[in-house]
């Protein structure tokens, strides 16, 4: 009996299988674990191929719907593209059809699928696949799209042939951005203006300036104080309507010139813009609050009529020469009888938005260039062609979008190729700075202007801010759309880029 129960405290005693069969368990619980580690991470790459396949077939979608394609047929060109990537993955995945919805309203693609991935190791444990659920809600759609480009006019473009390269390149962005087999949807328009020392508002002259009329016998000290009060006014005859400005009295001493034998006296005279032939619709800058703003022309936003200054600070030979060509005809700036800087501007006005592709053209070749630089006038006026403030300015067909239009975005495409050099004396500070300010706050909200740079050979002692940027540079969105072309093959691929980046805009990112 004794020996019975000492041989059944021994067994109680022993642990030694026990161990053993801990041992085997946990290394079965390790290896399932481990196993089921891998074929996790493997499906979770699986899911990472199948959400790429489905976000790139969802664009591929909204790109055939903005050619115009059917319902119908965006839905086929999703599930097409998705499921040829998707069967490329191997490893057995399977997936379920890929739902595809169009919302009408927001004009979102929202598609899901649904994936089983089998297991490799984890079969072992029981577990023989994997799921998982992919889906794209909100994610691409149909856009609006403003673009206003940008052109330099100024004297240098006419070196080099660089004129007639922009003339190219732009066309070329054109097709881009409107292309002959795109339905006309009026989801995208274009707007352009020029600038080189002014700009010219052609028929919107009298909308965005204040005019003030004189009569007849009005003092040269009242066209005078309109000529230098806050942003000139367009001074015109009350009679007419037609436009003027006036010229000092004075008196000649210059006996060699003069009559010899007594001082020589003139009168005050008014001149019409059309007897010195000085272009009526130039304009320059807003001095005023609103200087660097997207206000309408109103109270303390009026854009300023370029009136001429008359350069009588000489001496009284150049008075007195000044006088007789305004009295008699042939004056104009090279003889000296007024100052036009500001005053004189190129033929072509700006072009509000549109998708008539052949207008745009027959305006962009028609371009011709000379005078100075002032780069400021080219981004204001390309800001007011796209701001839904001025919306009462453009005709209806061209009013731009709201800043908060769903799904609308707002291009600027701004060219030259040199330095911001010529502003007017009323402006208090230079092209420059004027630029920085404007790019600044059209950039920010609720703008949120996009705004593209082009460098033109563009030499390298342009003026700098104090980070070392030019002017291209600081307004540029960002340092990748800051573009320089060396030649015209460079700016013809510069245009195309950016007008294919643009496009993209159209689809929401």
């Not at 699986?46 to 790109?63: F, I, N, T």
């Not at 965006?74 to 097409?80: D, F, I, L, T, Y």
């Amino acid at each position: 009996m004794k020996n019975i129960q000492g041989l059944l405290r021994q067994y109680r005693q022993d642990t030694r299988g026990n161990v053993m069969m801990l041992m085997a368990l946990v290394i079965v619980a390790i290896m399932g674990l481990a196993g089921f580690a891998i074929d996790l991470r493997y499906t979770i790459s699986q899911k990472e191929k199948v959400q790429y396949a489905l976000d790139s077939a969802v664009l591929a979608g909204a790109l055939e719907r903005q050619k115009g394609r059917t319902e119908a047929e965006v839905k086929a060109e999703v599930r097409e593209y998705a499921g040829s990537l998707i069967n490329m993955q191997g490893g057995g995945l399977s997936c379920s059809a890929i739902s595809v919805v169009l919302d009408d309203v927001s004009e979102d693609i929202n598609a899901s699928i649904n994936c089983m991935q089998p297991t490799f190791i984890s079969q072992i444990m029981g577990q023989d696949h994997l799921s998982f659920a992919v889906s794209t809600a909100s994610t691409y759609s149909v856009g609006k799209v403003d673009v206003a480009f940008v052109f330099d006019v100024s004297g240098s473009m006419n070196s080099y042939s660089r004129l007639s390269l922009l003339k190219t390149a732009a066309n070329a962005a054109f097709d881009t951005l409107l292309p002959d087999d795109k339905p006309d949807d009026k989801t995208i328009r274009i707007a352009v203006t020029t600038y080189n020392n002014s700009v010219n508002a052609g028929s919107y002259i009298n909308s965005v300036t204040d005019g003030v009329s004189l009569a007849a016998d009005a003092s040269n000290f009242a066209a005078s104080g309109n000529f230098n009060s806050h942003n000139g006014k367009r001074m015109y005859d009350s009679a007419t309507g037609k436009r003027f400005f006036y010229y000092q009295t004075g008196t000649c001493t210059d006996y060699g010139y003069c009559d010899q034998w007594s001082n020589w006296d003139w009168d005050p005279a008014r001149r019409k813009y059309e007897d010195v032939s000085v272009p009526s619709s130039c304009v320059y800058e807003r001095t005023g609050s609103q200087a660097d703003s997207d206000a309408i022309p109103g109270s303390l936003a009026w854009i300023g009529a370029a009136n001429p200054e008359w350069n009588f600070s000489d001496s009284d030979r150049d008075k007195y020469r000044g006088w007789q060509e305004v009295a008699y005809g042939g004056a104009n700036s090279n003889t000296g009888a007024y100052r036009n800087n500001y005053a004189t501007c190129r033929d072509s006005g700006p072009v509000p938005l549109t998708d008539d592709k052949n207008a745009l053209k027959t305006h962009v070749n028609s371009l011709t260039a000379g005078g100075g630089t002032a780069g400021h006038l080219g981004i204001a006026w390309g800001w007011y062609l796209i701001s839904p403030n001025w919306k009462s300015i453009w005709p209806t067909a061209s009013e731009p979008w709201a800043y908060d239009e769903v799904n609308a975005t707002k291009a600027l495409i701004l060219m030259t190729d040199g330095d911001f050099n010529a502003q007017h004396s009323s402006a208090g500070k230079g092209s420059f700075q004027q630029s920085m300010d404007l790019c600044d706050k059209m950039k920010a909200p609720p703008s949120k202007v996009t705004i593209y740079t082009v460098g033109f050979q563009v030499p390298s002692s342009v003026q700098k801010t104090g980070d070392g940027r030019t002017i291209l540079e600081y307004c540029a969105t960002s340092p990748a759309f800051a573009y320089s072309a060396s030649d015209g093959d460079e700016l013809l691929q510069v245009y195309k880029e950016i007008a294919q980046s643009i496009a993209d805009l159209r689809i929401k990112q």
